[in-house]
């Protein structure tokens, strides 16, 4: 069993690889894409944000805005990885529980066809921090996908959007925070 493991992990390691060289013959050398994005999320009922002991209450949220700037490494001209910093204000409704949330991450992205017009589906892992007036600072994990069209004019390219991100944040007072975001995010990017 252990040598049937290692085989298909040299061909899966080979492939990619071989994948990524092939890659870098194509792109002539437009390896590397930074990018600036905002947007907004879009307020949800139904108990959206979720505030732990001591307080034990569901919070419909308000817009709130979204900014964030990544970098990706194009492994193939389909497939990107890379990171992401994030920053999102939030207040519940009727302007209860106003914050600040701010995250680090890791990103992968999927675009097909390699053309001027593409569609691009993606997720992302962070690390954050949510920050308010009324409470302790809170450390958490989030997750999240993304997908939607982009179109590019030589190194430059514009995305709209479509992103779910769920977050979930511990800390003292309160004990936790949930949060599940809608979002629609504008990203402008440049390829070198």
Not at 35 to 58: E, H, K, R, W
Not at 162 to 190: C, M, N
Request: aromatic letters at 14%.
């Amino acid at each position: 069993m252990p040598n049937r493991f290692l085989s298909i992990t040299f061909i899966c390691c080979s492939l990619l690889l071989s994948n990524h060289i092939a890659a870098m013959e194509e792109s002539n050398g437009k390896n590397h894409v930074v990018g600036l994005s905002t947007g907004m999320v879009i307020p949800v009922t139904d108990s959206s944000l979720y505030v732990g002991s001591p307080a034990n209450m569901f919070f419909d949220r308000d817009l709130g805005l979204v900014l964030s700037g990544n970098y990706f490494h194009k492994l193939s001209p389909h497939l990107w990885t890379g990171a992401y910093v994030e920053l999102e204000t939030f207040s519940g409704e009727d302007g209860a529980e106003k914050g600040m949330h701010s995250s680090l991450g890791l990103q992968w992205l999927a675009r097909y066809p390699d053309k001027a017009f593409s569609m691009h589906a993606g997720g992302q892992l962070s690390l954050g921090v949510m920050t308010s007036n009324d409470w302790d600072n809170l450390f958490g994990i989030g997750y999240g996908l993304f997908f939607g069209p982009a179109v590019e004019f030589d190194n430059f390219g514009l995305a709209l959007y479509f992103q779910t991100v769920f977050h979930w944040f511990q800390g003292d007072s309160p004990d936790e925070i949930t949060a599940k975001d809608p979002r629609i995010r504008l990203h402008v990017y440049y390829c070198f």
